[in-house]
T-cell receptor
């Protein structure tokens, strides 16, 4: 069965510091990996995805993520956090055999001024 | 270029009533997905539809829940005889194709069952 883990419920970081939100996955076949952000009472907004190619993927709002096949990870990163980055972040994955998306439980990011 | 539209944004029903949630996909998208999000939890897949077809309903409860995506008009998620446990946020997403395309999400419908 497919699964996505986000081992941290909450990540706190000071404004201006680098941030990392962790994600590991288990899917059949080659993985398709996505990050979404959710602000309060809103839908999910797409940040970035990995399908194939370069392991470092750049996305919206200065976010990037690194695909690591050996560690089955797809951690989200940003060099310098903003207070406005505070939100709930979801990692999602599916295999390339046509399975449905599986979402992680989410990580709440708090950027402190 | 409108994104995914969902209505109503908030829906209050009493136990035993019917809830009808609507989703209009992004222009040009023919793939629609419904998800349910319980408080402080991630999204759980419910059903995947293309125009006039249910492709995968493996995440749908066997009773009381149904979905459709007619040739004309929005996709509808219907919950009959609602119970308190149905209270959740229901999100619709759409994509251009099935394979590697990004799913774009609507703002969600928050269902409260009294």
């Amino acid at each position: 069965a497919q699964s996505v883990a986000q081992p941290e419920d909450q990540v706190n970081v000071a404004e201006g510091n680098p941030l990392t939100v962790k994600c590991t996955y288990s899917v059949s076949g080659n993985p398709y990996l996505f990050w979404y952000v959710q602000y309060p009472n809103r839908g999910l907004q797409f940040l970035l995805k990995y399908i194939t190619g370069d392991n470092l993927v750049k996305g919206s709002y200065g976010f990037e993520a690194e695909f690591n096949k050996s560690q089955t990870s797809f951690h989200l990163k940003k060099p310098s956090a903003l207070v406005s980055d505070s939100a709930l972040y979801f990692c999602a994955a599916r295999g390339n055999y046509g399975q449905n998306f599986v979402f992680g439980p989410g990580t709440r990011l708090s950027v402190l001024p | 270029n409108a994104g995914v539209m969902q209505n109503p944004r908030h829906l209050v029903r009493r136990r035993g009533q019917e809830a009808r949630l609507r989703c209009s996909p992004m222009k040009g998208h023919s793939h629609v997905y419904w998800y349910r999000q319980l408080p402080e939890e991630g999204l759980k897949f419910m059903v995947y539809l293309q125009k006039e077809n249910i492709i995968d309903e493996s995440g749908m409860p066997k009773e009381r829940f149904s979905a459709e995506f007619p040739k004309e008009g929005p996709s509808i998620l219907r919950i009959q005889q609602v119970v308190r446990g149905d209270s959740a946020a229901y999100f619709c997403a759409s994509s251009l194709s099935r394979s590697t395309d990004t799913q774009y999400f609507g703002p969600g419908t928050r269902l409260t069952v009294l």
